[in-house]
């Protein structure tokens, strides 16, 4: 579903740098639907202190954590309906995740090139887990096993930061293949009764490879997931 690749020649936009926070979701609704909503793992990946103690403790997650089990229909009501903005397209999305770069991940081709570009399934979250599973980067510690505050990790040239792991990132279009046309200045390909919205960027729970800048999937506009947020977006006015 990632080819035949298309040329797309986009309007301004504006894009926010970070994912929507549960902060920000929680004033605009008066409630925060997050599932990861507190730690009781370590206390030292909330930043409370810096020994990695282990506690059996709950420890609230900050505000500024990205929200998630947020479905698709929930933020067409919240984002366009109460804040006027809507979620990017595909292809707005993939324009700002790359930052003009055509390799594999905006940092570059190789996954040794990572440096501090995100937060991933890496050593810190293999050996704090409960029960780890899946694939895991061990020559990466990003210091959470679960979603990170949004913008501690390094911004790729356009300024955007996570958008590799945190939460992936829900988009405007239905997921479908490219060869579909898409509308002019914005490159969306609008639902029209399709099964599958589409989601970018991967999360916390999948390796590097999982996050490469091409990378896409699908899931259901009523579904809700604790590794699925939001970045909002809008257009520029003239």
């Given at each position: 579903?990632?080819?035949?690749?298309?040329?797309?020649?986009?309007?301004p936009?504006?894009?926010?740098?970070?994912?929507?926070?549960?902060?920000?979701?929680?004033?605009?609704?008066?409630?925060?639907?997050?599932?990861?909503?507190?730690?009781?793992?370590?206390?030292?990946?909330?930043g409370?202190?810096?020994?990695?103690?282990?506690?059996?403790?709950?420890?609230?997650?900050?505000?500024?954590?990205?929200?998630?089990?947020?479905?698709?229909?929930d933020?067409?009501?919240?984002?366009?309906?109460?804040?006027?903005?809507?979620?990017?397209?595909?292809?707005?999305?993939?324009?700002?995740?790359?930052?003009?770069?055509?390799?594999?991940?905006?940092?570059?081709?190789?996954?040794?090139?990572?440096?501090?570009?995100?937060?991933?399934?890496?050593?810190?979250?293999?050996?704090?887990?409960?029960?780890?599973?899946?694939?895991?980067?061990?020559?990466?510690?990003?210091?959470?096993?679960?979603?990170?505050?949004?913008?501690?990790?390094?911004?790729?040239?356009?300024?955007?930061?996570?958008?590799?792991?945190?939460?992936?990132?829900?988009?405007?279009?239905?997921?479908?293949?490219?060869?579909?046309t898409?509308?002019?200045?914005?490159?969306?390909?609008?639902?029209?009764?399709?099964?599958?919205?589409?989601?970018?960027?991967?999360?916390?729970?999948?390796t590097?490879?999982?996050?490469r800048?091409?990378?896409?999937?699908?899931?259901?506009?009523?579904?809700?997931?604790?590794?699925?947020?939001?970045?909002?977006?809008?257009?520029?006015?003239?």
């Amino acid at each position: 579903m990632e080819s035949p690749i298309a040329e797309v020649t986009l309007a301004p936009f504006f894009l926010s740098k970070y994912e929507m926070t549960q902060g920000q979701w929680a004033r605009c609704t008066g409630n925060n639907p997050s599932s990861i909503q507190e730690s009781w793992l370590f206390k030292g990946n909330l930043g409370i202190d810096e020994t990695n103690e282990a506690t059996d403790q709950s420890i609230p997650v900050p505000e500024q954590h990205p929200v998630e089990s947020v479905s698709w229909n929930d933020t067409k009501e919240v984002l366009e309906r109460r804040l006027h903005l809507r979620l990017p397209t595909e292809a707005q999305w993939e324009y700002a995740a790359r930052a003009g770069t055509t390799s594999v991940y905006w940092f570059g081709n190789r996954v040794d090139d990572f440096g501090n570009a995100g937060n991933v399934a890496d050593q810190f979250a293999y050996d704090h887990a409960t029960l780890p599973l899946g694939d895991y980067d061990m020559q990466i510690n990003d210091g959470y096993v679960t979603h990170a505050p949004v913008g501690i990790y390094q911004a790729n040239a356009f300024g955007i930061h996570d958008v590799v792991g945190n939460v992936a990132e829900l988009c405007r279009d239905e997921f479908e293949n490219y060869t579909k046309t898409m509308l002019p200045c914005t490159g969306e390909r609008p639902m029209n009764g399709h099964l599958f919205v589409s989601v970018r960027g991967s999360s916390f729970k999948f390796t590097i490879k999982a996050n490469r800048s091409a990378g896409r999937i699908g899931t259901y506009p009523h579904k809700a997931e604790p590794t699925v947020g939001l970045r909002p977006a809008r257009a520029v006015d003239n």
